[in-house]
């Protein structure tokens, strides 16, 4: 069985410049629950305790964004998840009051190479009565082997899945399939897979995912996320339906009718930024950074994508685009 995993409310905040509000939360998780989708992601685009100069900051505190959507999911509803990444987010700051909260899911995400950071958390976790994943961010930067060898520390930390997150939109489908594949035949875990549209090609690399055994797919309406944006999760749905699954469309259409209805503007759309940092492998959500840093130096915006993939950048060191855009311009 598959389980849709919804992202519009924490990887949409990206495409919202982390603005979203309690009363668009409570509308949202109200439509949803009509929906087959199993778990309603929420929060700052970064995850608990991420709300920062450095990655943005929250309009709204994250326990407020949380309570509007437990207050909306019934017990019968979408389980309610967060994103953490152990640095933002903390045990005590963070993790104790989203479970006392009534958080059902927790994914503890880190970069790709060091799933070791994240066995603290974890383990804290797997402790209390919640549902626990492991999430390997920039999922391209390491060889299958090496992948493989991270999702099994996550397995022994006692995590039930593994996320694949293709956070700068690089994997194209048979890259997806490899993975998957690989993973699923030296480890038990169950698996993951988060696509992001730079290349365009998302729905197809969610599809791949679930054809070579992933349980969980990741999706946005309308594809709302960071960069050019999530694989739409309406079309996940929709291309099922067209495959022969009885799958009921109607409700997905719903959430993403809100979402167009209500952020017009900020829907995410695939550019030549966006190709460029797909084909690079930097993550999507450097997106407004470069593009306003280019446009204040007047430096090629192309040039500075080039230049952050070749330096390999990951999430988190947003602080990092300035100086390369610098150094750049004194060459």
């Known amino acids: 069985m598959k389980h849709f995993y919804d992202v519009t409310l924490r990887d949409g905040n990206h495409a919202l ?10 509308k949202y998780c109200e439509t949803a ?34 309570e509007a959507a437990r207050n909306a999911l019934s017990k019968d509803s979408p389980k309610l998840a967060v994103h953490t990444i152990p640095g ?3 045990i005590k700051r963070d993790l104790i009051p989203a479970i006392n909260l009534g958080v059902d899911v927790f994914r503890v995400a880190t970069h790709v190479s060091e799933a070791s950071v994240s066995r603290k958390h974890i383990e804290f976790l797997v402790n209390k009565d919640v549902i626990v994943h492991g999430v390997l961010m920039m999922s391209h930067m390491i060889s299958i082997s090496g992948l493989i060898e991270q ?5 022994s930390y006692g995590a039930s899945a593994v996320i694949l997150m293709d956070s700068a939109g690089y994997f194209l489908p048979n890259d997806v399939e490899e993975r998957i594949d690989a993973i699923k035949q030296e480890t038990k875990i169950s698996i993951g897979f988060h696509a992001h549209n730079n290349l365009g090609v998302a729905v197809s690399n969610a599809e791949s995912a679930m ?36 799958v009921e469309i109607e409700p997905f259409v719903k959430m993403s009718l809100l979402v167009e209805e209500n952020f017009q503007s900020n829907l995410p ?42 330096r390999r ?17 004194n060459l």
Do not use: C
């Open 17 to 26: 410049r982390h603005t979203l509000a309690p009363e668009f939360i409570k």
């Open 33 to 66: 629950s009509e929906s087959d989708v199993w778990a309603i992601e929420v929060g700052h685009g970064n995850g608990l305790g991420a709300s920062s100069y450095l990655v943005g900051e929250s309009r709204y505190p994250d326990l407020d964004l949380l």
């Open 88 to 90: 933002f987010a903390t």
């Open 151 to 155: 999702t099994k520390l996550i397995e």
């Open 211 to 246: 054809k070579f055994g992933a349980e969980i797919i990741d999706g946005a309406s309308m594809g709302l996320g960071a960069g050019a944006g999530n694989a739409q999760l309406e079309n996940i749905l929709a291309m099922r339906k067209r495959m022969g699954e009885k």
């Open 269 to 310: 759309r695939t550019t030549s930024s966006s190709t460029l940092s797909g084909l690079a492998g930097v993550f999507s959500g450097y997106a407004p950074q470069v593009k306003h840093i280019s446009s204040e130096l007047g430096l090629d915006v192309n040039i500075l994508w080039r230049e952050l993939g070749k």
């Open 313 to 329: 950048l990951v999430a988190g060191q947003e602080s990092m685009i300035r100086e390369v855009a610098q150094d750049l311009m």
